[in-house]
């Protein structure tokens, strides 16, 4: 039988592994010894990518594409996007796939969300937005054997905008963020699939998001070219059982160097980052 999304992650998790590879290629980005070799755009982002996933995955807990950097291409690169989640499950069975896609709208467009992340793609679990609310996202909440995650505290620096308004929450006046995080925890994760995601640049956001979520899974993207810091991170993040992150880096891993050596440098920068995340539980 498959395992469902959160056994896969909690057994990486067992091994110390917190690691997410953002697998987001960008072809003006790709090494001369891909883009020589390999005719098509198609033909060089899968030969990249399964070059990257072989590098990385013995550090890894999660590998997470997203969407855009498929889709802009078209039916090529959504085909593309099949084809590397399929060879990652061919491959690494035990390594979940996050489809970053931040999918919202009426459950019965999120419906046809959950068909093609689920049926079509076949990933272990999508990102969502939470601004519609729980009936919206029933499509995607009653897959119990995949993962639902939810944004609370995102990493851009607008951010603030609206996720910092104040609100009141049973007569406490708390950022907007904190009340999707409550929501979440307390009333949309009866079957124990709900996740958040929770920006690296903010850390102590980061650490009100994890008192209030207990032990459930945060995604922490913002590492890497995004500046978040890592040691404030796993210490912000962590859980009751040093473990609940999945914290991302894409661009710093898979462009570590557009040389010929590329899938080795993003082979060491993934062991730094596995081996730096251990040292600050």
Known sequence: MEQIFTEKLFKNWEKNKF????????VDKLP????????SISQ???EFNKSII?????????F???IAFYEMYGSEGFSVLQQTVAYIHEHYPLIPVILDA???DIGNTNNGYSI????ILKVDAITLHSYLGEDALRPFLERKDKGVILLVKTSNPGSAEFQDLVVEDNGMRIPLYQKVAINISQKWNRYG???MVVGANYPEELRKVRQIAGDMPILIPGIGAQGGDLESSVKAGKNSKNQGMIINAGRSIIFASNGIDYAQAAKSEAQRLYQQIISFL
């Open 44 to 46: 060089q982002i899968i």
């Open 32 to 39: 001369a010894v891909i883009t020589s070799n390999f005719k």
């Open 64 to 66: 997470k594409p997203n």
């Open 116 to 119: 093609a992340a689920f049926e």
């Open 19 to 26: 690691l997410c590879v953002g697998l987001d290629p960008q």
């Open 54 to 62: 072989d590098a990385t995955a013995e550090y890894v807990c999660a």
């Open 193 to 195: 699939n709900c996740g």
């Open 102 to 104: 931040k999918r919202g």
